[in-house]
């Protein structure tokens, strides 16, 4: 059923909040009151909740089943998490207000910031980074403070980027000022390290550093990763890890230990904030030793005199004194996510050591079983054991006339959401399935049947594949058309 | 653990059939000095929900919150009152525990209050298009320099000296690994206008706060003006999203974009955040927009529908082409800012808009009134700024050892000599004339 | 898609808790340790979050959509309720904690009795009755208590009940000891005034009330009430008037003023406490200055002297010495629906004296909107105006084959919950449609010309209707089988 | 009104497709004299959720939660962490907006959580069947008795001192009214047995209680012989659902009907309410339960789904010869309680039965270490009674003022002289060993 815009319900005489009725005093705008009304229609409460409630039915949500988008880790959001960032004590209280009222926000960030440190083994964290692209910038700014106090940020501009990275990866490096060159993939996925090797030979004046993100997005981890974060650092450059992946390895390995120079950690992947049907995230970005004083405003100080915690908020050389701190500058208003910290915090509290390692171990378990069972029927991109999401390739679609969009639009008449989708480039019609660890084996049992029935169909040419869906809310949608003609707004029609 | 469903049994079955001893093997990859054994240590192990919502409980019990007495505190996050049923919107599973649409046909729910967001957003603004929105309002704000930038390939920005500290240097820091030049200007209480002689035939764009971060309510039309005779952009910011309940919007005032904080529509103060940023723009400069953006179109059966679209603009295609690296919204921020805002519709905002101006009118009149107290604001929304014989942080802990939250020393955000006694003092639906009245009385004997 | 039973996807041995480890220690269970296990299934948290999400979307809802179920009143339940009702100072306080520790509450109480009472013109209300009958047995236990103290309790033991009544009237005159006798319904939809004064005449010494509902199980106002009234009155019998279509006149007609005695009012129905699938209810039961001092346990005052708030909780002489208070016994433990009070008093206080006025005239003027737009294709059973809800009979099915039952039916086909059906049971084949005051006129005309459609389709005779609903989670389900082989419980299989 | 769509426009429109002038038209039956003209004086005007949320805050405020310090009350009603996923699915608009699902195809959300509550029940007791819920534990118990008064046909019920004094009021105010005769025993701390000798060949049941409202534990096997001797049937009562996880079921014990409160589960201690009242019994008796049922059937295409059933028992058919008058259930309640038993499992409930049953130890022996402290239950789950040679109002008082909330004074239920210095005190896990320590300490000062 079509639920109408609020732009066709509403009026913008209706509302749904009862306020006090003005006073009528004159007003003090100096001239600049608002001469003709927004047009913004409003609905009353009732209608207002049923046109949302409704609409919320015309989506898929990890509350209603499996959610299997690789590389976008769509985990269980515990509640307890939700309950917790709404007390009032996290909820309403304002960034800005005196310090001295707030220590118990602070000392959350502080407890988030230990964590974040000892999982990673790193020494510092940037907190106020909004998501992980952002902490990808906080990171990449943090390389071009360092090269800064080096004098070398003019010369140094090369960043390396494999081809199998996200787009966010190439993107910030350009954002931070630098040049990306491309890393080839090798034929298991991974790093070609001769063509790194070649790329790093001779004149390495110009290297930056490298982006990559481990275990990658083909879902596999960088054995060569040692090697690699070695051949960087002598080339003078650092080494940026996406830590898109980190549900991964939470609590069996430590970047650190990988020879990692700054990490962002996407905590609604690892941590389970939720997603929200596109954001908030938060991107706290780990430092290591040789970033650690590059890390932006604010930055969190113990107070000497009498345990507070405190944070300086903007470039003031008086606050800075004494210390080592050569700011980058500043990523955003404030200080971060608050909410998505307490959330955070909440789930690694409830999970502990014990349970973080757990989490690494049972996504990747999940990953490997749906590897299992599917590999005799469709087509694993690489041999061996993955990591936390199993890659195929639509090798097994050869000659069908079905394609890679077709598996993921019969998914959905299957009840499920499909899997991601032609990404990682570097693999032909690429499908990538993460399960996560919050997933039993009765429901993985059932999702590898639906899509063994999938591509079964598929490999059979079965044609009625290239028309799903025909059982969600909606049929397969025009994109081109989308981009040809945008209409981005709704328009009062004209009379 | 509670959170994972796998037992014992299901795991020993799932090894045999993936033919694992364990999962050690998966992790065979990982250089072997680097493989930890147990737990890291120095670390707790799981708790269950009772300890934990007790360690969370008493963190924030150590806080004080904005309800609890009288609090005017602004400054770019603003208290007001959300209605109740906001929070079960975007408590909804289907909207709290989804993913960014990539599938729209499971995805319209998503889609549309996307779509009427950006629709909500344009109409506010008086402005054509808009995006689905930002982290924050800075960093709109420095996306909106960029995309300026961009758009008249120039390599200058300009910030007035009434744009927040924070929404300056997030500007400055995003702009200057670019290569691109950021003016900021001294701040000034009343003085957007200041930008006008900035104008040159570099500058990609002026960036000018209204109602500016002192408070002060400006018009941008000879801003405006003056940037478009030079060919160069008006990017007009904005903390306090409800002005623009009262205020002329800035597409009627000349600004190319458009860029603020949404937090004061159905989100919490929370610290700082998530909020919501918002950015529109002109419809020439859509193709330069950053962000997510969604479009109408039909499906196969010639069904109305949204889609993503212009995605040859982001990161995920474009690569290191794109317009800008971000790949998220601010999602449930921007349903919440959206839900909120179809429950005000026009008649609600207007009131709204109007009982925070007229809560600040109280308030500069409360505060005018007493003996050492200098208003710096002429004009003014919600919120006001004022001077005092003495220094701003001991006049605020004196009043707030009297029980009022008075604001924010203009010192916090610009650490300079002539602001030392400047306090920054907002006022909204959530102050009381009892509140009111209790901070000028509170101020009146500190100042005694 | 079916959602399977807890019991075939849980285990014993999984859970959704995590609680520390017990110690251990040596048990004072007096040897009555359990032996065996419960053998109740656990899920962990995602498993059961899921579960429920996904069978929540089998239930029509009000969030979704209009649910004109007559004489249930099914109208928006404000979210700021919800919000009050779990404030810790309302949620985490014990019945029995100290009364000095809960002042707060039990002004709550006090508040709300000072509304029911004003809105209804009584002296006196019984807060404790747990649901609507519950509030009736109250009544009519009060009428009892009143019988007793007059030494006529086993005299007067007959009680005049419409026909057109509530299974509930009946039932509890029966439960609290009373005969029923009924009477007989006028050709307008109203007690047929000519039979009660038939009753009434001569030995009147066994009357011990009548039991009425105003407005009526039709939607219409007794109009000879107050003659009613004085009838039953002068027989030496009292006035229990069911209040469960209160929400129909609340402020513009106050019961005491027509001669009530007692009477319960649904907070979920007048006062928007939400209904959860069948509960929980409230009925606090206001009662006249004849009925008054014997309203039940707990009975609460004010300490005389420090002002605060007492509740008299047990039958305690010297708790009752020096009041004329005479309480009929016990309803239940404690002191009532709490959580139903908080949220009702929310409402009133939305609402204020001028909202519920309101709140009632357009649930009256909805209701007669149906009626009229509907008039001409179905078959209003009474003549003129409607209070709250509009009655149709089945007439216009005449000779169609197609039954009440199968338009209901149809009505799911249509994205509708049906309205209620074959009640009162006056009217043939009946049709009660309540739309309440929180449907806007849109959605009223979109509900109309749905019913206007199947209308049309069932006089036409069309088959298809008696296979309904097509389009709904489930096909007509077997009511027959269910009551004739009942399966009320999950069983093990046998091995 | 923010929750009333009709605009004035509609109104009108709407009158006009009556024909009617005004709405007072539709009034026209209301007596004249009786009809009111504006709203009801000395009543307030409708005020916006800001203003009302403040007030309902600042009457929250003046009450003391049960988490605000050591908290011993018990008694009927108990302090339990509830898992907050329970509340996330209990607020799901499809659950909390939906009414009895008198149409299936479109309520089998409701119905199977029915089903599954049933089942749970029966499990838990070691009974056969189970119906949808009750109001309460009270008046489950009330409804019991009328129910053993049915199937037996005898006017006689006999409640033991150990069964809650407001469960034996419920029980006999709801059966004096239909001249059935209850006796209730006075009230003993530990002789459920005391029942046996009131066996006879006019009763129709005997009630007793374990955990009794002092806390003891006892074996009902020989009360249930002696009842069944007698053609009688035994009733037996909880007030703890928890202690169901450890101790023998009254099922295996031999009783026919077993009522009892689940609040404990999934509930808020909410003041006193709403709860969810239990019953199950065996199956011979299930045409004499009162109260909604929930039964397995097949759908038109033979897929199986779920019916309220055995409506013939019921008012709405039955009338005046139901067996009861009930017409609701608990709803929202048990499927809070469902949710949370679920997610315990068997694993889970017999974790946090033995949890709260050694809290209850460790609490016994914390107290009976103090000179003057006599401990009067033997046996006990969660909950034991103490005397001392104080009155225990004053001794709770004082308790209070150390911030102890102790428990309940025994003559608040039971006003008897003998009763006058006994307390019952009862311990969950969410009693932490500080808690315990802490109420030792604070009476041993009291009692110095």
């Known amino acids: 059923q079509k639920e109408e815009l609020i732009f066709d319900i509403g009026t913008t005489e209706t509302t749904g909040v009862d306020l006090p009725a003005p006073k009528g005093r004159k007003d003090r705008l100096g001239g600049l009151k608002r001469k003709n009304g927004t047009g913004l229609p409003g609905l009353s409460e009732p209608q207002a909740v049923r046109h949302y409630v409704r609409l919320s039915q015309k989506n898929y949500a990890i509350d209603l089943g499996l959610f299997p988008l690789g590389s976008c880790t769509m985990k269980h959001n515990p509640r307890l998490n939700e309950k917790v960032a709404r007390m009032p004590g996290f909820a309403d209280i304002h960034p800005l207000q005196p310090q001295q009222t707030v220590q118990g926000a602070m000392e959350v960030i502080e407890q988030l910031e230990d964590w974040l440190k000892k999982l990673t083994g790193m020494p510092a964290v940037a907190m106020s980074p909004k998501a992980g692209a952002h902490g990808e910038w906080c990171g990449m700014a943090a390389i071009r403070a360092a090269l800064i106090d080096r004098g070398e940020v003019n010369t140094r501009t090369r960043v390396l980027v494999p081809e199998s990275a996200h787009g966010t990866n190439p993107a910030t490096a350009v954002q931070c000022g630098f040049k990306v060159q491309e890393i080839a993939a090798s034929s298991d996925g991974r790093v070609d390290l001769n063509d790194l090797k070649a790329k790093l030979e001779g004149d390495t004046s110009d290297v930056a550093g490298i982006m990559l993100t481990n275990p990658n997005t083909c879902g596999l981890f960088e054995r060569d990763i040692r090697e690699i974060a070695d051949l960087i650092h002598e080339a003078g450059g650092y080494f940026y890890c996406d830590g898109a992946n980190f549900n991964a390895i939470v609590g069996r390995v430590r970047p650190r230990d990988l020879g990692v120079d700054a990490m962002h950690i996407n905590l609604h992947k690892t941590f389970s904030t939720p997603h929200g049907g596109g954001g908030p995230g938060a991107g706290p970005t780990v430092l290591s030793e040789r970033l650690a004083k590059y890390a932006p405003y604010p930055v969190m100080t113990v107070d000497k005199r009498d345990g507070d915690y405190k944070l300086i908020y903007v470039d003031d050389e008086a606050e800075l004194a004494g210390t080592d701190l050569k700011p980058l500058g500043r990523m955003c208003a404030f200080h971060g996510q608050m909410g998505m910290f307490t959330r955070a915090l909440t789930y690694i509290l409830s999970h502990g050591a014990d349970g973080l390692k757990q989490v690494a171990e049972d996504a990747v378990l999940n990953a490997n079983y749906i590897q299992a069972r599917l590999k005799s029927v469709m087509s694993p991109a690489f041999e061996g054991y993955c990591m936390h999401e199993a890659l195929f390739s639509d090798a097994f679609l050869k000659d069908s006339g079905i394609e890679t969009v077709d598996i993921a639009k019969g998914m959905i008449d299957e009840g499920y959401h499909p899997m991601t989708v032609y990404f990682p480039l570097v693999v032909h019609g690429a499908m990538l399935i993460e399960p996560t660890e919050t997933e039993s084996k009765a429901e993985l049992d059932r999702f590898c049947d639906s899509l063994e029935s999938v591509a079964r169909k598929a490999k059979s040419g079965d044609e009625a594949l290239k028309q799903a869906p025909y059982l969600a809310p909606m049929r397969r949608l025009d994109e081109t058309l989308a981009a040809r003609k945008p209409v981005l707004r709704w328009l009062a029609e004209e009379a | 653990m509670r959170y994972l469903p796998l037992t014992p049994d299901d795991r020993a079955q799932m090894l045999e059939t993936i033919g694992a001893k364990s999962v050690d093997d998966f992790y065979q990859d990982v250089p072997e000095f680097a493989r930890l054994t147990g737990p890291i240590e120095d670390l707790p192990m799981h708790q269950g929900e009772l300890a934990v919502e007790r360690h969370m409980s008493a963190l924030a019990a150590k806080n004080r919150t904005a309800s609890e007495g009288p609090f005017f505190v602004g400054c770019g996050a603003y208290k007001h009152h959300v209605p109740a049923s906001v929070d079960h919107i975007i408590q909804r599973s289907e909207f709290l525990t989804t993913y960014t649409p990539y599938q729209p046909e499971i995805a319209q729910g998503t889609l549309q209050t996307v779509f009427e967001f950006q629709s909500q957003v344009a109409m506010l603004t008086g402005m054509e298009v808009a995006n689905a929105s930002m982290y924050d309002g800075s960093t709109a704000a420095s996306e909106a320099a960029l995309m300026a930038c961009r758009a008249t390939r120039r390599k200058k920005v300009i910030v007035s000296g009434g744009v927040h500290a924070h929404y300056a240097e997030t500007i400055r820091t995003a702009c200057e690994t670019q290569g691109i030049e950021v003016v900021i200007l001294p701040p000034a209480f009343d003085d957007e206008k200041a930008l006008i002689g900035y104008a040159e035939d570099d500058t990609a764009c002026l960036i000018a706060q209204s109602p500016n971060v002192f408070g002060t309510v400006t018009d941008l039309t000879p801003i405006a003006e003056a940037a478009h005779a030079k060919k160069a952009l008006l990017v007009s910011v904005f903390t306090e999203v409800v002005s623009l309940g009262l205020i002329t919007p800035p597409g009627e005032m000349g600004a190319d974009i458009v860029v603020g904080e949404g937090q004061s529509i ?90 925070n101006h007229e809560a600040a009118c109280d308030l500069a009149d409360a505060l005018e009134a007493i003996d050492g107290v200098t208003l710096k604001t002429e004009t003014f929304f919600n919120e006001i700024s004022f001077e005092t014989p003495m220094e701003a942080g001991a006049l605020l802990a004196a009043l707030d050892e009297k029980g009022v939250i008075g604001g924010v020393r203009a010192s916090r955000l610009f650490p300079r000599a002539d602001l030392d006694n400047v306090v920054i003092a907002a006022a909204t639906e959530c102050n009381t004339a009892e509140g009111i009245a209790a901070y000028a009385q509170a101020l009146k004997e500190v100042l005694a």
Do not use: W
């Not at chain 2, 927009?289 to 295609?317: W, Y």
């Open chain 2, 266 to 355: 159905g989100n919490p103060l929370g610290f700082g955040g998530p909020y919501v940023g918002l950015l529109a723009c002109r419809q020439k400069l859509v193709r330069q927009m950053p962000g997510r953006v969604c479009g109408q179109t039909i499906d196969a059966d010639g069904k109305g529908g949204f889609v993503l679209t212009l995605s040859t603009r982001e990161q995920h295609i474009r690569r290191d082409k794109a317009t800008s690296n971000i790949c998220t919204n601010a999602g449930l921020c921007a349903l919440a800012f959206t839900a909120h805002m179809t429950l005000l519709g026009d008649k609600g905002l207007t009131q709204l808009a109007t009982l």
